[in-house]
């Protein structure tokens, strides 16, 4: 990020609602936003299923209103969002896999939810600013790399479709509307706060979980696959500069990394971070590798070149803080060493 972190002061005393602020994103901008002095209230449903954590806000739970509700009850969500200047819309079904075995959930959530609540702000608060968290999911298999914004849209799973809908109505309300709104589509994002306790959130996190209990990483296929990271930090600051950018209204950006790394180099970085861990080469089950994308990084050069935003944690930094995170506190994320 070139901008100095000052400008995040802009945000001091404006209020703020994050909904899935108990969650791994959530939870790390609810704390940026109030070391910056914002109002800040977080909506989670802590359904089990999905990353809400009371333990990720430890140390600002005073310092912040926590509303545990479903975005899908849009009574609920009319009332919390009067009255707010900002809009981080981050709640969402992740798993991938989930969304093949159960797509109605999948689409209450990351569709039919999002347009109640874009509903809500055209009734209740039209003047808010929306920044709503996308995926590269929705790109499906690259035709070409580095995937830019102007790559053709085929997902390959219910997830997909249903977050390119949830994207695709923030978009049309800020245009038809003028509900301020855009999308980031992230990456793979790692860092403190991310589910562990399964794949249903991102495969790095049972990673992690795997190397603390001493257990071997397994990696799916040949280990060739190609991916992009972005840490947790860098992808708050990209939804703090996207909410405070007149700029950034209406469009949809790609987040990423410039550094590249297939997932058998990736799984031995973190052996040598970790005495005694181990990687394993295995098949890849075939229900994952049916909605499998292959080699994907981003191009990320629309939101370097309008925003000012580049990531700034290596990954080796970021790879290691989050080792050191879940071998503290492994307790609060998952409920047994074996």
């Known amino acids: 990020m070139t901008k100095n972190m000052n400008y995040f002061n802009r945000f001091a005393d404006k209020k703020v609602l994050i909904t899935g602020g108990l969650g791994f994103i959530g939870s790390a901008l609810a704390r940026t936003l109030v070391a910056n002095g914002a109002k800040v209230t977080v909506v989670d449903s802590l359904i089990p299923e999905y990353g809400g954590n009371l333990f990720n806000v430890d140390g600002i739970k005073e310092s912040i209103s926590i509303n545990i509700s479903d975005v899908r009850d849009p009574f609920a969500m009319a009332y919390l969002l009067r009255g707010q200047e900002y809009l981080f819309n981050l709640a969402g079904q992740t798993s991938h896999m989930d969304s093949m075995h159960n797509p109605q959930t999948d689409l209450d959530i990351n569709a039919a939810a999002q347009l109640s609540i874009l509903e809500a702000c055209k009734k209740h608060n039209p003047a808010i600013k929306i920044v709503f968290a996308s995926t590269r999911q929705l790109y499906g298999k690259p035709a070409y790399l580095p995937v830019d914004e102007a790559h053709p849209i085929r997902p390959v799973d219910v997830n997909g479709i249903n977050k390119l809908a949830g994207e695709w109505y923030h978009i049309l309300y800020n245009n038809v509307y003028g509900i301020?709104?855009?999308?980031?589509?992230?990456?793979?994002?790692?860092?403190?706060?991310?589910?562990?306790?399964?794949?249903r959130q991102t495969f790095l996190g049972v990673w992690?979980?795997?190397?603390?209990e001493g257990k071997p990483v397994q990696v799916f296929g040949d280990g060739?696959?190609?991916?992009d990271f972005n840490y947790v930090d860098?992808?708050?600051?990209?939804?703090l500069l996207a909410?405070?950018?007149?700029?950034?209204?209406?469009?949809?950006?790609?987040?990423g990394s410039s550094e590249v790394i297939n997932l058998k180099d990736l799984a031995a970085k973190l052996d040598a971070m970790h005495a005694g861990s181990r990687h394993q080469i295995v098949p890849f089950p075939p229900e994952r590798k049916a909605i499998d994308i292959g080699d994907y990084y981003s191009d990320f050069t629309k939101i370097r070149t309008a925003l000012g935003w580049t990531p700034k944690v290596g990954l080796d930094q970021g790879l290691r803080q989050s080792l050191e995170y879940y071998q503290q506190h492994w307790r609060h994320y998952w409920e047994s060493m074996q």
């Open 224 to 227: 060739t696959q190609l991916r």
């Open 208 to 212: 992690m979980r795997n190397i603390v």
């Open 180 to 199: 301020k709104a855009c999308a980031l589509r992230l990456t793979n994002t790692y860092g403190p706060g991310m589910r562990v306790k399964d794949a």
């Open 234 to 239: 860098d992808v708050v600051d990209a939804l």
């Open 243 to 255: 909410a405070l950018s007149e700029d950034s209204n209406g469009e949809i950006f790609n987040l």
